[in-house]
């Protein structure tokens, strides 16, 4: 079978399922397809069902959809929806995302759908909104691991493992490591984490020379 015919079932399936609200069932459908499938199963539906699809998912799973799509087709998308849906799936959206998203919205649209985001996530988006879009403040993610030197690979990983739903949409390959005053000794690699003795202390495997930049730095200054 070719690759438009299984896109051409998908969205025969899809639409049904959208016809009789079966929520369930279509959150399922969107989990099994790869990001390729997603991106063409949006694409082949028409605004009204493309509306239905994401009022229907919920907001962690249209935020994983949202994600996936062109930014151009998800900025057209969200700034079509209820402003109280549009809040909701970008309150579970990574940070540099939601701003991408917000920044490209009719001013008018944008405050709307600040304005119902929680409070927290708001705060964050204008923060970022701050900067101008080529600096290495407007690159920046608000969601980021910080841990204290004192502390040893066991209790970090125990503490990720117990709180695996709030990071779970965490894609850093870092971790920050400061000491009780926060000051910030040093950035230790996932993978030397995980590979570490589990009595270890985080301030014998850490990297302690960190390069930093100023936030307001210009683009074509970092790659110089």
Same mark, same amino acid.
Do not use: C, W
């Given at each position: 079978?070719?690759?438009?015919?299984?896109?051409?079932?998908?969205?025969?399936?899809?639409?049904?399922?959208?016809?009789?609200?079966?929520?369930?069932?279509?959150?399922?459908?969107?989990?099994?397809?790869?990001?390729?499938?997603?991106?063409?199963?949006?694409?082949?539906?028409?605004?009204?069902?493309?509306?239905?699809?994401?009022?229907?998912?919920?907001?962690?799973?249209?935020?994983?959809?949202?994600?996936?799509?062109?930014?151009?087709?998800?900025?057209?998308?969200?700034?079509?929806?209820?402003? !109280? /849906? %549009?809040? #909701? +799936? =970008? &309150?579970? *959206? $990574?940070?540099?995302?939601?701003?991408?998203?917000?920044?490209? @919205?009719?001013? !008018? /649209? %944008?405050? #709307? +759908? =600040? &304005?119902? *985001? $929680?409070?927290?996530?708001?705060?964050?988006?204008?923060?970022? @909104?701050?900067? !101008?879009?080529?600096? #290495?403040?407007?690159?920046?993610?608000?969601?980021?691991?910080?841990?204290?030197?004192?502390?040893?690979?066991?209790?970090?990983?125990?503490?990720?493992?117990?709180?695996?739903?709030?990071?779970?949409?965490?894609?850093?390959?870092?971790?920050?490591?400061?000491?009780?005053?926060?000051?910030?000794?040093?950035?230790?690699?996932?993978?030397?984490?995980?590979?570490?003795?589990?009595?270890?202390?985080?301030?014998?495997?850490?990297?302690?020379?960190?390069?930093?930049?100023?936030?307001?730095?210009?683009?074509?200054?970092?790659?110089?």
């Amino acid at each position: 079978m070719s690759e438009e015919s299984i896109t051409y079932e998908v969205r025969k399936r899809v639409i049904h399922l959208m016809e009789i609200n079966d929520a369930e069932a279509i959150a399922q459908i969107m989990e099994d397809l790869t990001s390729k499938d997603i991106v063409h199963l949006i694409g082949h539906l028409n605004r009204n069902d493309q509306m239905k699809l994401f009022t229907l998912l919920s907001p962690e799973d249209a935020a994983e959809v949202m994600e996936e799509i062109p930014e151009i087709q998800a900025v057209e998308i969200i700034g079509d929806m209820e402003t !109280e /849906d %549009a809040a #909701a +799936i =970008l &309150n579970e *959206m $990574e940070s540099d995302d939601q701003t991408d998203l917000i920044m490209e @919205l009719d001013n !008018e /649209d %944008a405050q #709307a +759908i =600040l &304005n119902k *985001m $929680e409070p927290e996530e708001a705060a964050s988006v204008r923060m970022l @909104l701050s900067y !101008e879009f080529d600096t #290495a403040g407007g690159m920046m993610h608000t969601e980021y691991f910080s841990f204290f030197e004192d502390q040893t690979v066991k209790q970090i990983t125990e503490n990720l493992r117990l709180n695996s739903e709030k990071y779970q949409d965490y894609q850093l390959k870092h971790i920050f490591v400061t000491d009780r005053f926060q000051k910030l000794k040093g950035v230790l690699k996932m993978q030397d984490l995980l590979l570490g003795q589990i009595d270890d202390f985080l301030s014998d495997i850490l990297i302690k020379e960190v390069l930093s930049v100023n936030h307001f730095a210009k683009l074509d200054e970092l790659i110089e």
